[in-house]
């Protein structure tokens, strides 16, 4: 936990293939999101995945909240996202 309440996620970056985003990121797992916020999300973290296809769960965190600050998705989405995400890097 940060000085000002915020949680540090880990920088540790793992492969993330595009079917496994579009799963995680879908109304299936996360109830209140519409097909063009699935999209919207998807396509972000895909962007921030380095070359190799990696990414940590601290810039999944970073991505999430600039989309929320953007109010492309509501804070329950982030947060139900973020569950999702963290239980996947979880099991890998």
């Not at 380095?50 to 769960?57: A, L, N, T």
Request: proline share 1%.
């Amino acid at each position: 936990m940060s000085f000002f309440g915020s949680t540090e996620y880990s920088t540790n970056s793992h492969h993330l293939h595009e079917p496994d985003i579009r799963h995680l990121a879908s109304h299936h797992k996360v109830a209140s999101l519409e097909d063009r916020q699935e999209k919207i999300v998807a396509e972000a973290i895909m962007a921030a995945r380095d070359g190799e296809h990696r990414i940590s769960m601290q810039k999944i965190h970073d991505v999430l909240y600039h989309l929320r600050e953007q109010s492309l998705i509501s804070e329950h989405d982030r947060s139900g996202l973020m569950v999702e995400f963290k239980d996947f890097f979880n099991r890998l």
